[in-house]
């Protein structure tokens, strides 16, 4: 079934489901009919077709396999915490390299390099000595947006700007380049692409996602599966040059509350089915072998442990044949389970954990003994490694051979290939919008002076992004993009082809002399690169006053300025496009700066070269505010001008929409209840969580109930019962950055009733790995038994632990692994005061 006629056959299902009779309905009838619908999610008739010979080989390997095959099969271990004895002794299913991994740690390891190390890797799995049954283990890499964890290789646009094109015939030809510089170094999987529905751009990985329109996502999503893998009913169905593909992050992971990264998608399963699953309905149809489950949530269930989304709608209801892999030790955020024990994902549908660090070994003994009492079923076990087996099958790796002797295999040609970074240059061209042209600035002539200015100029590493090389995609120079061209050095060559001259100053300055003042000045600028977790935002504004002054300033001298914003996400930016002549959005270009200025420049007679193309592919917002609160944008989706199109557009409003912080500049966050947007929470110490929603919570070793202090229910009284960590804590985003800089201090009232037995510790939670504590334990034992006082802990002392203040997730939690009475009252965030734990 083609994507088209799925959608119309979802459409008459629900129309279907929606619709009734017009006379007088029987009370039973009229009680069906006040219930919710079911929603009805689709069979996908994927065209990678079942195999009964392939079925039979899959039924003969599980029959030779033991316990401890099978287990093996369920782990993917990091290339860092791995060695291919390791593969060998617990019969890996497979490996990865996270972002900023490489072989032997070398950020340099050449492609030869790579494909040495599958080799050894590749060799331990076929082993079968000890016992050992020859099951080829697969690596999996995140190359995203190119193969862009190795120098050298071609770097296309982020997904935000495919998204941008329209264009995907030509995702398909971007991501077969990507397969084959991914098979050139060995590794036989990608997790790509990224089928998100980005609804609040305030989240951090929106430029992964190709757009907001789930119609366009599924239309790429499709393109991208079929050019890493291969079209499914073709011979060359993933063969050589062709890998293995993953849909992810499965599902709504675009959807989630304030765009918080990792958060809880609060939504109706209709809108599940609506806006954050097509993409999914037509990676299935195009073949795709893998599914990855978000790190979020929808309606307070974390998808790592999600039965029925995982089990009864995507395999059962929408047919999925391959597996489920999971993200990053996402499995320990299920309710209950640990990093080292997880049997609650298994039994929802996980296939295979991502454990990538030193305790999957830890992980892998609890699984294996979760299988011999029956906690996880011998069935379940068993239909997860059938699923493995049957993508390693399809992908011919037990045919294949040791990476090196595959084609093209080491090949140092294909990475970066000439081919491959020609495409990227069209990606370039074709993902511009341009959304302010006075005066009909652009085209320029190319025998033009030119002044190239801003920090983006010439920094390839800025226009590439994040995920490129490093995980944020910082870290990086110049030098670590061999072969690439940043958007200054496509700028030069272009005027320089025809006469002209173009100097790069980052600063805007330039000499003072009439005969060589420039023509028009090139403003590069816009966000450093970011990647999960770290690019969530808590608005829509860019801020960075010397970009704005730099334009001003260039402006005030009477050039024409042109500005080029670099970004994953359409920011708030009215003041910066009234001080520019043009504006164009270039996303996040890649390697290929050149294909900037193939559109900026006319051709050598003075004719058009390439025209904008480019539409936006997200909304942009006509203030800081996020545009998921409501409101019309400056630019709808879709908008963006060509050289045939009126370009002028007129003084927008510099008011950024935000409101200003309180004068008292303080931050309430509890103050007899939860302030509004916050929200409290209990984790037990098998990180069950409970939303605190009345006057008594309670989970196992941990209590919260509303107590009195001045008045009825003000205050809450904790109760930490057993040994084990647990904690309580106020949750919703905030930027607390602005207090950091004001001697700010996170301040509370307490009464300890019973002193702590263990360590207690206050801390801010920012994201998984990002965040910091305070041990307090000792200030609590001093405490005058029933006695209220008031405790204030310096926001330095936490930023200086690690804590980002400007990504802040919970700014207030408390947790003790001993037994502990306490009482809370009035929590909240104050500036310039002096501390009672300060840091300097």
Wanted: aromatic fraction near 8%; proline fraction near 5%.
């Amino acid at each position: 079934m083609t994507i088209n006629r799925l959608w119309s056959a979802c459409a008459g299902l629900l129309l279907a489901a929606g619709l009734g009779g017009c006379g007088e309905k029987p009370a039973e009838e009229t009680r069906l009919a006040q219930e919710p619908a079911p929603v009805p999610w689709p069979t996908i008739a994927s065209r990678a077709t079942r195999d009964e010979a392939l079925e039979q080989r899959i039924e003969t390997l599980l029959a030779r396999m033991t316990a401890e095959h099978k287990v093996g099969q369920l782990i993917q271990a990091e290339l860092k915490e791995v060695t291919p004895e390791d593969v060998k002794n617990y019969h890996l299913g497979a490996i990865l390299n996270g972002g900023g991994a490489f072989p032997g740690n070398n950020k340099y390891a050449e492609v030869e390099d790579w494909v040495a190390l599958a080799d050894t890797f590749y060799h331990a799995s076929m082993d079968t000595g000890d016992g050992g049954l020859p099951i080829p283990v697969i690596w999996g890499t995140d190359a995203v947006h190119g193969h862009n964890n190795v120098v050298g290789a071609t770097l296309f646009p982020h997904n935000i700007g495919l998204g941008a094109t329209r264009n995907p015939e030509l995702v398909r030809d971007i991501t077969r380049a990507t397969a084959r510089e991914v098979a050139a170094t060995g590794i036989d999987w990608t997790f790509s692409p990224t089928l998100a529905v980005a609804r609040d751009i305030r989240w951090g990985r929106s430029y992964e996602a190709y757009s907001e329109d789930p119609q366009l996502v599924a239309r790429f999503g499709a393109a991208a599966v079929e050019g890493l893998q291969g079209a499914a009913e073709s011979e060359d169905f993933l063969r050589a040059g062709h890998i293995i593909a993953t849909a992810k992050h499965f599902i709504a992971d675009g959807g989630t509350l304030d765009g918080v990264d990792r958060g809880d998608a609060a939504i109706s399963e209709q809108e599940l089915l609506e806006i954050h699953a097509p993409g999914y309905f037509a990676a299935i149809e195009a073949g795709v072998q893998t599914v990855m489950a978000s790190f979020s949530s929808w309606q307070g269930e974390k998808l790592h442990g999600h039965r029925y989304l995982l089990t009864e709608v995507l395999k059962n209801k929408m047919g999925f044949d391959g597996f489920v892999v999971g993200d990053w030790n996402g499995h320990e955020f299920v309710s209950g389970c640990t990093r080292v024990s997880c049997p609650q994902s298994i039994n929802a549908g996980l296939d295979m954990f991502m454990a990538p660090d030193a305790s999957w070994k830890q992980l892998y003994a609890n699984t294996l003994a979760q299988v011999k009492s029956g906690e996880i079923p011998r069935a379940r076990l068993d239909d997860a490694v059938r699923r493995i087996l049957r993508v390693k099958l399809r992908a011919g790796l037990f045919e294949a051979g040791p990476p090196s002797a595959r084609p093209q295999a080491g090949d140092r040609s294909v990475v970066g290939a000439q081919e491959h970074r020609a495409i990227a240059r069209q990606a370039v061209r074709e993902s511009l919008v341009l959304l302010k042209n006075n005066g009909e600035l652009l085209p320029l002539a190319r025998n033009s002076r030119v002044l190239v200015a801003g920090d983006g100029a010439h920094n390839i590493g800025k226009q590439s992004g994040g995920w490129s090389i490093s995980w944020q995609g910082t870290g990086n120079s110049n030098s670590d993009f061999p072969g690439a061209t940043s958007i200054y050095q496509g700028i030069a060559a272009a005027v320089q082809s025809a006469g002209g001259h173009a100097v790069l100053s980052e600063d805007g300055s330039f000499e003072d002399d009439p005969d060589t003042a420039p023509d028009v000045a090139i403003v590069v600028f816009g966000e450093d690169p970011y990647a999960e977790m770290q690019g969530d935002i808590p608005n829509l504004a860019y801020d960075s006053e010397a970009d704005l002054q730099l334009l001003r300033q260039l402006k005030a001298q009477g050039i024409p300025v042109v500005s080029l914003f670099i970004s994953g996400r359409p920011l708030w930016v009215n003041r910066e496009i009234n001080a520019s002549d043009a504006f164009v959005a270039i996303w996040q270009p890649g390697t290929e700066g050149g294909g900037v200025a193939d559109v900026l420049f006319r051709d050598l007679e003075g004719g058009i070269q390439y025209d904008f193309v480019g539409r936006l592919p997200f909304t942009w917002p006509k203030d800081a505010q996020p545009l998921a609160a409501g409101g019309e944008p400056l630019f709808a989706l879709g908008h963006g001008l060509g050289y045939a199109d009126e370009g002028a557009l007129a003084q927008l409003p510099e008011e950024s929409g935000l409101t200003p912080r309180d004068t008292a500049q303080q931050l309430d966050i509890f103050d007899g209840r939860p302030q509004d947007p916050w929200s409290l929470e209990i984790a037990d110490a098998q990180n069950n969580r409970l939303a605190v929603t009345s006057s008594v919570a309670k989970l196992n070793g941990i209590s919260v109930r509303a107590v009195d202090r001045d008045m009825q229910e003000d205050s809450r009284r904790l109760q930490w019962r057993t040994a084990g960590s647990a904690g309580f804590y106020a949750n919703r985003r905030t930027d607390l950055s602005g207090y950091l800089q004001n001697r700010g201090a996170l301040v509370f009232d307490i009464k300890v009733d019973r002193p702590p037995t263990g360590r207690v510790q206050l801390g801010i939670n920012c994201g998984t790995d990002c965040g910091a504590t305070q041990p307090i334990s000792e200030l609590l034992k001093s405490a005058e038994p029933g006695q209220w006082r008031t405790v204030s802990v310096a926001l330095q002392c936490l930023a200086a632990e690690g804590a980002q203040l400007d990504m802040v997730l919970s700014p207030f939690y408390l947790s003790s692994d001993g037994e502990l009475d306490i009482s809370l009252h009035h929590i909240r965030v104050v500036e310039n005061i002096d501390a009672d734990i300060s840091c300097g």
